[in-house]
Nanobody, 118 residues
Framework: QLQLVESGGGLVQYGDSLRLSCVAS????????IGWFRQAPGKERERISC?????ERTDSLEGRFTISKDKEKNTVYLQMSNLRPEDTAEYYC??????????????WGQGMQVTVSS
């Protein structure tokens, strides 16, 4: 069992930076890969980035979004820069059992709104 709680979202302006946090509890992150997803209005949920349990990272948004992990705090972060209105979405962190960011998501956070004004 893994619980994931997001924080750090809110309303920002075009060009701002924001850091989202995902605090995991129930089990250490050593046994999970953690991804960040978002779902914008009228669009399907998409994965932004993911970090394997080993620390290997993949990013899907040309480097504007960077995932990182603090093992001691059992927390995964998403650092977002140069935000645009099209980044407005509900953001989720998600856990995969095992080392890699592959397969079906096993655990979801509750979701958190990020709104970027123009």
């Amino acid at each position: 069992q893994l619980q994931l709680v997001e924080s750090g979202g809110g309303l920002v302006q075009y060009g701002d930076s924001l850091r989202l946090s995902c605090v995991a509890s129930g089990n250490p992150l050593d046994y999970y890969a953690i991804g960040w997803f978002r779902q914008a209005p009228g669009k399907e949920r998409e994965r932004i980035s993911c970090i394997a349990s080993t620390g290997e990272r993949t990013d899907s948004l040309e480097g504007r979004f960077t995932i990182s992990k603090d093992k001691e705090k059992n927390t995964v972060y998403l650092q977002m820069s140069n935000l645009r209105p099209e980044d407005t979405a509900e953001y989720y962190c998600a856990g995969y059992v095992g080392y890699w960011c592959s397969g079906v998501v096993d655990y979801w956070g509750q979701g958190m709104q990020v709104t970027v004004s123009s």
